[in-house]
């Protein structure tokens, strides 16, 4: 994936005769941009994300990441595509029994990493995010500003290429809303694509980058620097 550039190309999913998921989009992101993806709840966006994770396929279209063919990959290179793209969500899913050192180390420990490797790089990712001084806290210790720092660590341990976070502010307030896009920032700052999927009309408003809108499963808006439409 040394060219991480994204193309979806005529890219449809349809989960019944009339529910569309997304219908006929073309879309291209550079290697290095940060785009926003909004739209109201419904629009397309959640579909988008499973289509570019490989945890769903189109019914019509191709999806390329970096040379990828990801709507023909093979099972068994999709965890390998995965580890190439750092993936959050708005619920955390944080390991309730283990320590947020513990749950960091777990994406490395899962695909095999040596234990001088997760001790190198555990720190180094809880310090990006700032949660260096909570390592041996639980989860249900921190604030969910905090949980959701935690949850792009984990992420960024294999060093992605490819960041998407799908309604990464859902849950939080104003504050926390606003240090984890500035997070998001930083993180595209270091070369990193980021694709930030939301609905927070002040969020986008604010980052004045790239937005794409959907709206009933189609691309209808695509700026350069461009502001929540709908």
Do not use: C
């Amino acid at each position: 994936m040394a060219d991480t550039m994204i193309q979806f190309q005529d890219v449809s999913r349809m989960y019944h005769p009339d529910i569309v998921g997304v219908t006929n989009v073309n879309l291209r992101i550079r290697p290095g941009e940060f785009v926003s993806i909004v739209g109201q709840s419904g629009t397309g966006k959640t579909t988008l994300v499973k289509l570019l994770i490989a945890e769903e396929r189109p019914d019509r279209g191709r999806i390329e990441i970096g040379g990828w063919d990801v709507t023909r990959i093979k099972g068994k290179d999709i965890p390998l595509l995965r580890r190439q793209m750092g993936v959050v969500f708005q619920d955390f899913k944080l390991l309730p029994q283990k320590t947020i050192y513990e749950n960091v180390a777990f994406a490395l420990e899962v695909s095999g990493a040596s234990m001088k490797r997760i001790r190198t790089v555990v720190p180094q990712v809880l310090k990006i995010v700032g949660l260096e001084e909570k390592a041996q806290r639980y989860p249900v210790q921190l604030s969910g500003g905090e949980k959701q720092r935690a949850a792009i660590a984990r992420a960024l341990v294999h060093r992605p290429k490819i960041f998407v976070a799908d309604e990464p502010t859902g849950n939080l307030d104003s504050i926390n809303t606003r240090e984890i896009i500035d997070l998001l920032v930083k993180i595209n700052q270091f070369g990193t694509t980021v694709l930030l999927v939301t609905h927070n009309r002040e969020v986008v408003n604010t980052l004045r980058r790239r937005v794409v809108t959907l709206d009933a499963g189609q691309v209808v808006s695509d700026q350069e620097v461009g502001k929540y439409l709908l």
